[in-house]
Structures are given as structure tokens and as C-alpha cells.
């Protein structure tokens, strides 16, 4: 938890106002003791009664004087008195604002485990969600209002005392824009496509992508470069970004590496629970965020980054460098635009793509957010029986690479 809202008894125990010396003048001043002006005890002797005479010569010479004494002194000691008081109050009202403040942290807190994943999924019920945070950011304004409103009315003798009451102010300060961003996290709409089109990919992936085991077969290349990965990378596990249809999640698992995988898709996020799978339904870019650094050895993304704008290209490379521990990989892979056939036809087959990336292009980018060593990975040529046989034409060997080459390609790189 924040130390800023750790508000335990045993710290609120600890913030009491203590004002000793001021007390212990109001507690002096009540005490009956012989005042200025008045006589002292008589001793029955001779020198006793002399002083007497004495004493009360001076007390006539002095009359003007005693009278502006005795009449400071009580003014000290009801000023002492209503100090020590309002410092009472105040050290009370803190005590409840304290309190307030540790209820509203526990309520917080208690909400935040309600959220699990499949509250993430149901985020069509973000409008209540978002009146019952606004509600809680309202009652910690109210707070801060009571606070500041209490605060003028503190002397300057008495603000000195407060110094904590800065902190405190500090702490809700911090726990409203908590609130203000939880407000924005909640409310963010959707950034793929809507949920009502989730079936419609699922049926585009089954005629364009090709049947699983194919799409297995093709992805075997891969996992001797995971399984490197995961022994460097200390055994952390992997995270797959666009999880899809989950055919490589399968073979990480039948490496015997763990691994979890994210898709938009709730269609294809169910199919894949059913299957075993561990599949989290959501926005990648809203969830690599929530990752801790350094905690996966291997992060892959197969036919995701063609999807995405350069801002979102840089925050998602950006966050996987972050998150992969030093001897893990990164493995993306991404239509071949040099192939003429790809960049000007089946690439636009899917709606939802941005624009090809060449190889040269994303080696470059990945290279340049502090991921080492890229390398490219050529896939999926065309079958042998489209190529012209070979020859020492320029013209055919330039149709042979630019036409019947490589549909795909992978490009890896590592974390040191």
C-alpha cells in the first residue's frame, strides 16, 4: 500500500497535539496559592508582628501596582486555559478527520480487490462505476473544505502548532487525483474495434488467417528461441500481446513454459479460457502499464503491430522493454511489404490495418527504445512451383523476391 495512505491505528494514535508547558501554566494558575497584595501567614513573635507592620506599609505604597499584577496573572491564566482548550478541540477534529480519511482509504482499497477480471470484462457498467467514484471524490473535497475552513480560524500561535496539518492535506490531495485518474481509466472508451463485431473477426481469422495447425506448424520456428529466452530470463514467464485464436500460447505450454495472453476479442478470450488457456480480455496498451518492470522473459506479438498508430508502435515497444527481464526477447512478427503481392493486396484484406512496416523500419525502432541485437526472420514464401526458374536475369530474380518471396517476417531482439 501507498505509506501516504497507510493510516493504521497505531499512526493515528501518534498524531495528538501536545502543548506540556501550556497546560501545565493553566493548571498552575488554578491551584489556590497566596497572590500578590495579599498577607502573609503571621509568626506570634515580636519580629513576625514588625514585619507585619511592614508589609502592610508597603502594601499601602503599592496599592496601584499589586492590583495591575494579580489582574495580569488572571489574564494569563484564562488565555493559558482557552489555548489549552482550543487545542483540544483542534487535536480532536484532527483525530476524526483522521479517522474519515482511514475509513474513505479502507473503502478505496476494499474496492480495488472487487476488481477482478471478470469486473474488467463487464466495463459496460463504467457510468455507476464512475458515480460511485465521484461520490467518494466529493466526500474527500468535502474533507479538504472542512480542513481548510478550520485552518483560518487557527491563530498564528496555534497554525505553528498544526504543522502535520500540511501532510495531512497533502495525503487527500494525493488521493483525489488517485480518484480523477481512476475516473479517466474507467470511463476510456474502447480503442478496438466494438464488441459487437468480435464473432466477425473470429470468422475473418478462420478464412484468411488459416486453420490452427497450420498456423501452429508455421510458428514452431519460434519456440527453440523462446525456450532459449526463458532458461536466460531466469524462468520468468511469457506474455503474448494480441493472443488471438491462442495457437502460440498453445506451444509455449507444450514447452513448458507459462505464459498468459491478451486479446480485445471477448469471442476469442473464451474460447481460449475453454481450451485452458490464460487469457486476459482487454486493451494492450492499458494493461502493459499495469505490468511490473522486469518480470517476463519472453513478450510476443504475432500480427499486432501492423494495427497500430507510431505513437501507440513506440508505447508498446517501450513497454516491453521495460517489462522483460535482461536475457529475455522480444519476437514480433508482421506482413512482408516487401513482397508486391502482400504490401499492395493481401495486406488490406484486414480492415483494421494501419500501414506495412518494413523490416529495415521496425529493426531500426526497436533497436533505437534499448532492445539489442535485431533480427529478422524471412516466412512463409510462396511455393517453389510459383517461382521462374532460376537464371542469371536480373528481371527474374527481382520477380522471384518481390513477387514470390517471403509472405511474413519475424523480427527478434534481445534485452541485456
Known amino acids: 500500500m501507498n505509506p501516504i495512505l497507510n493510516l493504521s491505528p497505531s499512526r493515528l494514535e501518534g498524531t495528538g497535539i501536545r502543548m506540556p508547558y501550556t497546560r501545565r501554566l493553566f493548571q498552575t494558575a488554578e491551584m489556590v496559592h497566596p497572590q500578590i497584595g495579599e498577607m502573609p501567614p503571621q ?17 499601602r505604597m503599592l496599592f496601584w501596582y499589586t492590583g495591575q499584577i494579580r489582574a495580569f496573572h488572571k ?42 477480471d471478470n469486473e474488467a470484462r463487464a466495463l459496460e457498467g463504467r457510468s455507476a462505476l464512475a458515480d460511485r467514484v465521484n461520490t467518494l471524490a466529493k466526500e474527500v473535497s468535502a474533507t479538504v473544505e472542512r480542513l481548510s475552513a478550520f485552518e483560518r480560524q487557527l491563530t498564528d500561535d496555534e497554525a505553528r502548532a498544526l504543522e502535520g496539518q500540511t501532510a495531512l492535506t497533502d495525503r487527500l490531495n494525493t488521493l483525489t487525483d488517485g480518484l480523477n485518474t481512476l475516473i479517466k481509466e474507467v470511463s476510456a472508451p474502447r480503442k478496438g474495434p466494438s464488441a459487437v463485431h468480435d464473432r466477425l473477426f473470429v470468422e475473418h481469422a478462420e478464412s484468411f488467417r488459416g486453420d490452427r495447425e497450420d498456423i501452429k506448424s508455421r510458428m514452431n520456428v519460434y519456440v527453440p528461441y523462446a525456450k532459449e529466452a526463458f532458461v536466460a530470463a531466469a524462468c520468468a514467464p511469457a506474455l503474448d500481446l494480441g493472443c488471438g485464436r491462442g495457437e502460440w500460447l498453445e506451444l509455449l505450454h507444450d514447452a513448458g513454459i507459462p ?12 474460447e481460449n479460457r475453454e481450451r485452458g488457456l490464460d487469457t486476459i480480455e482487454g486493451e494492450i496498451l492499458q494493461i502493459l502499464p499495469t505490468l511490473p518492470d522486469e518480470s517476463r522473459s519472453l513478450i510476443t506479438a504475432f500480427h499486432v503491430l501492423e494495427h497500430l498508430t507510431f505513437p501507440d508502435l513506440l508505447e508498446m515497444i517501450d513497454h516491453t522493454a521495460r517489462i ?31 500501414h506495412p512496416l518494413p523490416n529495415e523500419f521496425l529493426a531500426f525502432v526497436v533497436k533505437a527504445r534499448g532492445l539489442c541485437d535485431p533480427k529478422v526472420i524471412p516466412l512463409s514464401p510462396f511455393p517453389d512451383d510459383f517461382r521462374l526458374r532460376q537464371s542469371d536475369c536480373q528481371a527474374v530474380n527481382f520477380i522471384n523476391e518481390h513477387f514470390f518471396g517471403p509472405q511474413d517476417y519475424g523480427i527478434l531482439a534481445h534485452k541485456e
Open 43 to 59: 509568626p506570634p513573635t515580636l519580629r513576625g508582628r514588625l514585619g507585619a507592620v511592614l508589609v502592610r506599609i508597603v502594601q
Open 324 to 354: 522483460l527481464k535482461p536475457g529475455g526477447i522480444a519476437l514480433f512478427e508482421t506482413p512482408n511489404p516487401r513482397n508486391l503481392f502482400v504490401s499492395t493486396n493481401s495486406f488490406y484484406l484486414d480492415p483494421t490495418h494501419q
Open 75 to 116: 489574564a494569563v491564566s484564562e488565555a493559558a486555559g482557552e489555548q489549552a482548550n482550543v487545542v483540544e478541540q483542534l487535536d480532536t477534529e484532527q483525530r476524526r478527520q483522521l479517522v474519515l480519511l482511514s475509513t474513505t482509504v479502507e473503502r478505496l482499497s476494499a474496492f480495488e480487490r472487487q476488481l477482478t
Open 259 to 270: 505464459a498468459a495472453g491478451i486479446d480485445w476479442n471477448r469471442d476469442l478470450v473464451n
